[in-house]
């Protein structure tokens, strides 16, 4: 298996090791919520990620057309 360390040298892998090891940690440590949303309040974020994904492909589209 390639690890950091054989790419990029043993003090460089290690310290990316960690960093990712502590993302991983922090992640597995908020996997779960620990609070109950409403259904208004569920509602209301399914529409702004909409939202959002909608105005990402606005801009990609509009780098597009600028593009070419």
Known sequence: MVTFETILGHRIGGVLRRWTEKVNEINRKY???????????????????????????LLGYKFWTLLT
């Open 31 to 57: 996997e779960t919520p620990r609070i109950r949303m409403s259904r208004g309040v569920t509602i209301a974020l399914l529409f702004l990620r909409i939202y959002l994904i909608l105005l990402v492909l």
